[in-house]
Structure formats: C-alpha cells, structure tokens
C-alpha cells in the first residue's frame, strides 16, 4: 500500500502558537471574554435527553450538560486551553493539584496495583502514593531514582499500571529525560505520569512521551497566589473515564473546579508565556551570580547542573530555565538566617510555601514541603537541610533585587 506522506513534516510543537489556535469562546453578548456559567443543573427540552446525559449520549460536545460537578461550559472551556497548551486531546479541571493527582492514580490503579514514583517528588504526592494509597485503597509504590533507568525499569511489576515523576522534580530541581522514560513505561505496559507545575511552557511532555500530564494551577499558572486549583491532560477516552457516573475517581470523589475559578485563571493563561520568560530570565541571572560568589546553586539552565545538557535537548527553546533556584546552604540555621536577612531587612520577598508568585518566595524545603519524606529519603533525593527553595518573582528591577540577594549572602557565607 502506497503511504501519502505530508508535503511538509508537521512542524515542531509550539505551545503558545496551538493556544494562539485554540478555539475562543466570546461571552454571551459578544464580549471579548467567556461568560462564567454559573448554574449547577442545566434544562432540556425534551424529557429523555436526561437519561442519554447520564449515559454519555448527549455531550457537551453537542451543547448539553447534566449537573455542576459533572461537566460546566466554563469549566470546560479553561480546560480546552490547557490541552491546547499541553497539546493533549483532552483536559480535566479540579478543585486542586492533589486533587488531580490522587485522582488520576486511583483512576489507573486498583486495590493490588503497584506504582514506580520519583523519589524527588512534592511532599504532597510522597505522602498520597507512600502511605495514603496503600493504607487506603491497597495500592502500593516502589520509589526510585528517576536518573537512574536500571533502577527504574528493575521496580516495575507485573501489576505496575504507571510510573509517576515531575518534569523538574520538587525541591531539587532534577530533569527527567522523559521519552527514555515513557519508552520504559510503555514496555511495562504502564502509563507515564508526569506531573508539570514547576515548568508549565517550558517542557511540553504529552510530546515528549508522556500519556498524562498533571499540573497544580496553584503555582506559575495562576501566578497570583489567590487560587487553589489543579487539572489532568491526556487522552480523551482514558480522561473521560474520570467522570463516569458509577467509576470515575472525580465523578465521585468530587473535586471539583468552581467555575468562577475556571474563569479568573482563563485569563491568567494568555500571559503565562511573558511571565514565564520574566521568571527564568532573573533566576538564570540571580543563579550565576549566585554561582560565581561561591553559593552552591541548583539551576537547570547552568552548565553545571547534572542533567543540564539534557534539559537543553528536552525544553521549549524560547522559555528559559524556569523560575526557581535551589541554594544549598548546607545548614537549616544558615539558611534561615538568609531568608530572614531577605525578608526582614532587605524586603527582597517572602519567607512562605508555594511558588509561582510574582514576589520572590522562599522556603527551606527539608522542613516544610517536603518533610513528608523521611530524613533517609531526603537524603537520599540529594536534598540537604541547609537547601533554600527559591521562587524567584519579577516585581522590582533585575538589579535592584540583586543587589539585596547580593547583601544577605555576604552575611552568610
Ligand atoms: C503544589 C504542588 C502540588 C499540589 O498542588 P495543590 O494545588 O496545592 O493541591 C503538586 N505538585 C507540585 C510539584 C506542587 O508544587
């Protein structure tokens, strides 16, 4: 059979040109932005439209819609630009990350299955496969060295369902070379997982190999600090297992996104890009600075971060390295002396969780997001008492910021 190829290769994914492409949805009287569909039940007009809405036969698609927490137009079209932007077939919204998180896992593994997790991971997400899920549901986990493939593909089991890692692992900043790892995956017949939130534009992974793609909205994607929120991307028959009505994990778990949400974070996406360019562009100053004054500093856009070739051949090119620095401090009094010398005296940013945020904010990782993980496991992540997590802001000029992060290193080092 002769096989018609394409005059011209597809060109390379680009995410800010497919959301470019994405379809808009004008409001209601031709505003320029959605309306926010507030009501949780919907009318039809003929009786038996419920009973196909609640077998999947009338769809949103074709313009119905059942209750809240099932599906909701506004919902539904913020989700629409986050598969544009991850570009998967299809996109769910939640109430949070972890909401995302825990319900994907549930949705792909049974009571028996088994998990393969980086161990460089959120707290959140440590804790949920490490002692929720096998507490809860009898769902167990083997947590590895995602740099490491024999390490890797040696956990898998033969009731392995998906293997879980961050594009750039939380706190330490490791890459994932995520289509040798989808390749491991997918010889064990399991999904990969990959959760996106520190570098949302910067890897596309459903590009790169991944099945699914997780993000808290929380962090850069919202960038304001004001909303909790999550989402899951991938395919749209594995997605729309999600909400079916007897054994869809956020069907009946019910995290759900408000729609008021969906909306206010729909119009934080079209300035994503320019954020995120502002964020990696100071944390890639601040980290050679950094760097060259004798500050141990985790950075994937310096030459000499481990995986840092990697991260090069794996990146969007136009998006940098991303908005966060990890300074090793080797101490926790050393490095609260820094961030409270940043905070306090020279107004530089906040000591607090979280990142993404316009202001700098900074926290000691061991004792806070990720002291779910016992000390042995910390260790192990490479991840030292002494290390700072750094969400560098954009507020402020390049070098005033420098010259105060300048000032309260001196008086540590
Ligand atoms: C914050 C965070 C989460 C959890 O998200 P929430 O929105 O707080 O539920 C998951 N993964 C990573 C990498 C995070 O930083």
Redesign the pocket.
């Known amino acids: 059979m002769p096989t018609t190829k394409p005059a011209t290769p597809n060109p390379p994914f680009h995410p800010v040109e497919a959301l470019a492409r994405a379809r808009h949805e004008f409001g209601e009287h031709g505003g320029v932005n959605a309306s926010i569909e507030s009501s949780v039940t919907f009318t039809v007009m003929k009786a038996d439209t419920l009973p196909e809405l609640f077998h999947g036969a009338a769809t949103p698609e074709q313009g119905c819609y059942l209750y809240g927490r099932h599906y909701n137009p506004t919902v539904i079209h913020f989700a629409r630009m986050l598969a544009a932007m991850e570009g998967t077939e299809s996109a769910h919204c939640t109430a ?4 995302a ?1 825990s319900g994907i896992a549930l949705q792909l593994c049974d009571t028996g299955d088994h998990a393969v997790v980086a161990r460089t991971i ?1 707290g ?2 440590f804790a949920l496969f490490n002692r929720y899920l096998p507490k809860k549901a009898g769902i167990t986990a083997t947590f590895v060295d995602v740099t490491d493939h024999a390490e890797v593909e040696a956990a898998f089991t033969p009731r392995t369902k998906l293997l879980y890692v ?1 594009s750039l692992a ?1 706190p330490t900043l490791v890459v994932a070379d995520l289509p040798k790892l989808a390749a491991i995956a997918h010889r064990h017949n399991a999904l990969l997982v990959v ?1 996106n ?2 570098s949302p534009l910067i890897f596309s992974p459903a590009q790169l190999g991944a099945d699914v793609v997780v993000h ?1 909205l ?2 850069f994607i919202s960038g304001g600090a004001d909303s ?3 989402a899951v991307c991938g395919p749209r028959a594995l997605l729309d297992q999600l909400y079916d009505v007897n054994e869809g994990s956020l069907m009946l778990l019910g995290p759900t996104m408000d729609p008021r949400i969906a909306f206010e974070l729909s119009l934080r996406v079209p300035h994503l890009p320019l954020r995120m360019v502002e964020h990696s562009r100071r944390a890639q100053v601040f980290a050679e600075r950094l760097q060259a004054m004798g500050v141990r500093v985790r950075y994937p856009g310096l030459p000499s971060h481990p995986e840092h070739e990697l991260f090069n051949s794996l990146a969007n090119p136009e998006f940098g390295a991303g908005g966060l620095i990890a300074l090793d401090l080797e101490t926790a009094p050393r490095a609260a002396k820094l961030m409270e010398a940043l905070q306090l005296d020279e107004r530089f940013g906040f000591i607090a969780v ?2 993404g945020y316009f202001d700098t904010l900074m926290s000691a990782s061991a004792t806070s997001t990720s002291s779910e993980l016992p000390q042995e496991e910390r260790w192990k992540a490479g991840l030292s008492d002494g290390l700072v997590r750094m969400s560098v802001g954009y507020t402020g000029s390049l070098e005033q910021r420098w010259e105060q992060l300048e000032r309260a290193v001196k008086k540590v080092l």
């Open positions: 949070s990350g972890m909401g998180i959120y959140g997400t961050e939380n959760d939130t520190f808290s929380t962090k909790v929120a999550g979280s990142l």
